[in-house]
């Protein structure tokens, strides 16, 4: 059957005033986005993130109870007053489809580094000369961040492609997909231990472990079961705030020696993020991908 989207762009004052009469209207779901390309990143626990020109989003069903209500909704939204800078209700359908394999239209099998090749489940690499030597994880993220087509996540599986893994014990924090864990493991690693706070991550890094036959090398905790560990590589994708506050337990969990590298990390953050690591760790010049950043070094 599908659904009507009905749409309104206004400065922030208005937003949570809108989403508050679309909800009383009986909407599915409102979202609020940004529109003026503004990203907020990283709002502190149970902020709703508001820009300053906000898309406030509802879902209806698309019958004609929906479409009623939708119409009421537009002729309301347009007789009342807005402040400057707001765009007028836009009603669109949307169709029925399976949602959590929309990214299978873009995600394609892509190499990281020499070897290392991300695929969707069922796809080979497309370089027939790059077969023979290919390290294939085959990958299903589900609801979990993590393909490899974001940059701080093709440059961890670069960083992962080009470190001396063989025999290693490797930690991959904010595990999202388990990609970097089980790229590591596919890479030559004898052990990972995946860690994320959320659910679905864990659930899809344990699905895509046991599509790659490494289930039984690898340990999937929630932060506050992790055991202290020591490990020979510590990876952590996640943003720069939680890998500032992070520090003292990622730079302990790694032995003497040990390898690190952390993404998720704005060009313009690099600074701090470094400043939080270079005590314990002999950091090696940053590497940029668009406007994101890996660190990495090992401890000394």
């Known amino acids: 059957m599908g659904w009507l989207q009905l749409s309104i762009e206004v400065p922030k004052p208005d937003a949570e005033g809108i989403a508050a009469v679309l909800e009383d209207a009986g909407a599915l779901s409102v979202t609020l986005a940004d529109a003026a390309d503004e990203p907020q990143l990283e709002p502190g626990p149970g902020e709703t993130p508001l820009w300053s020109q906000v898309k406030v989003s509802a879902l209806f069903d698309a019958d004609p109870e929906g479409e009623a209500v939708v119409g009421r909704l537009v002729d309301q939204l347009v007789r009342e007053p807005r402040s400057a800078g707001a765009c007028g209700p836009r009603v669109e359908r949307i169709e029925d489809q399976v949602w959590e394999r929309v990214w299978l239209d873009t995600f394609k099998p892509t190499r990281f580094g020499r070897r290392l090749w991300v ?11 790059s077969v023979a030597e290919a390290v294939v994880v085959a990958l299903d993220p589900g609801l979990a961040f993590g393909t490899g087509h974001h940059p701080t996540t093709a440059l961890c599986l670069e960083w992962l492609d080009g470190t001396a893994l063989d025999g290693k014990t490797v930690l991959d924090y904010g595990c999202g997909s388990g990609i970097l864990a089980i ?13 994320d706070h959320d659910p679905q991550a864990l659930e899809a890094t344990r699905d895509n472990a046991l599509a790659n036959g490494i289930a039984d090398r690898l340990e999937i905790y929630g932060p506050d079961e992790m055991p202290e560990l020591k490990v020979d590589v510590t990876i952590a994708n996640i943003l720069a705030g939680p890998l500032i ?8 969990s790694l032995r003497p020696g040990g390898a690190l590298a952390v993404s998720g990390v704005l060009a313009e953050q690099v600074a701090t993020v470094r ?3 270079d005590e314990r760790i002999e950091l090696a010049p940053t590497r940029l991908r668009e406007d994101w950043a890996l660190i990495c070094g090992t401890r000394r």
């Open 119 to 129: 695929c969707p489940h069922g796809q080979d690499p497309d370089d027939p000369e």
């Open 183 to 195: 790229a590591a493991l596919r890479l030559g690693a004898a052990r990972a231990i995946a860690v």
């Open 245 to 252: 506050s992070l520090a003292p337990r990622l730079v302990r």
């Open 275 to 277: 400043a939080a690591y």
